[in-house]
């Protein structure tokens, strides 16, 4: 017949395995690491990390500094991805091989990141075929210092960021297609970094910003019937902005701002029959905008003021 294990014997074995799931549970919090291989389409996948040092690991084929060789991608179309870090520190690197579906949907990516310090790097045409199309990246920004790279190749692509609190996040995208939306939206925070490079006919980029010393850089190459717009609505003081689009004609900057101290540097180049047209209407004091157009024909400006000190230079050539 077994003894059943009683006394000091029995406690410690007890105490000693409680021990052991703690150390293991507080491991896993610190520093999880998660590896996607998955193949097929009309896929659902969420995950969700909790802590500080976390990582989701993939491949990034574009030689992206911080990217990670670990083998784990998404490849099919009709997918929906959801990652949520928690907590500080956190990395994703994450590179999708896809293809349009049949219902004419390629991947849904949505990254969320709190707290701060955390480093995105996400590239929706990891095999570098260009046929990657009609995806959606959706990027929430909580906190502080947080810093995402998008690279998007292919048609008919959405990008949108919305950053708050905290201050300095940062999101670069490198965007080469047509009929492509970028969506900005930062509030509760100032110096924030948006750089967003644009190549392609018929895109569309939307800029918001609250806040102090915010960096403003949107570059667009390409153009045609109804091509390239930018939209910019700043609130705040100190924050500095540069413009630059190049292609055939249908150029377009709406530049607003409320507040003081602003820069903006607007060039537009190229331009054929109804070609480049610039807004700027600034409300508020020593603000320096500089609009600089040049082209065939067709080059335009519409400059409203309210307020005192500010600084217009406005260059128009044929």
């Known amino acids: 017949m077994k003894k059943r294990m009683t006394g000091a014997s029995g406690l410690s074995r007890k105490l000693l395995t409680v021990m052991l799931l703690s150390i293991s549970a507080t491991s896993w919090a610190v520093d999880n690491s998660i590896y996607i291989d998955q193949t097929g389409d009309n896929s659902t996948i969420t995950m ?48 999708a091989n896809s293809t349009v579906g049949t219902t004419g949907k390629g991947i849904d990516i949505n990254y969320s990141v709190d707290t701060g310090g955390n480093v995105g790097f996400i590239n929706s045409n990891n095999n570098g075929t260009g046929v990657s199309a009609s995806n959606l990246i959706d990027i929430i920004q909580l906190g502080g210092n947080a810093v995402t790279n998008v690279s998007m190749l292919g048609n008919t692509n959405s990008l949108t960021v919305r950053s708050s609190g905290g201050g300095g996040n940062s999101i670069d995208a490198i965007i080469d297609a047509d009929n492509v939306t970028a969506v900005v939206n ?41 091509g390239n717009t930018i939209g910019i609505v700043l609130d705040g003081q100190g924050n500095q902005t540069t413009v630059s689009q190049t292609g055939v004609s249908d150029n377009t900057v709406d530049y607003k701002v409320l507040g003081s101290n602003n820069i903006a540097n607007i060039v537009q180049s190229g331009g054929l029959s109804i070609g480049q047209y610039a807004k700027a209407d600034i409300a508020g004091s020593n603000n320096d905008i500089g609009i600089t157009q040049q082209g065939s024909v067709d080059n335009a400006a519409n400059i409203k003021i309210t307020g005192g000190f500010n600084t217009f230079r406005i260059l128009q050539k044929n």
């Open 48 to 95: 969700t990390q909790d802590g500080a040092g976390n990582k989701v690991k993939g491949i990034l084929t574009n030689g992206t500094a911080g990217a990670s060789t670990d083998p784990a991608k998404l490849v099919g179309s009709v997918q929906t991805v959801t990652i949520n870090q928690v907590g500080p520190n956190n990395t994703l690197t994450l590179g």
């Open 186 to 226: 930062q509030t509760l925070g100032g110096g924030n970094v948006t750089t967003l490079n644009l190549t392609g006919n018929k895109g569309t980029v939307n800029v918001t910003s609250t806040g102090a010393t915010n960096l403003t850089n949107v570059s667009q190459d390409g153009g045609g019937t109804n």
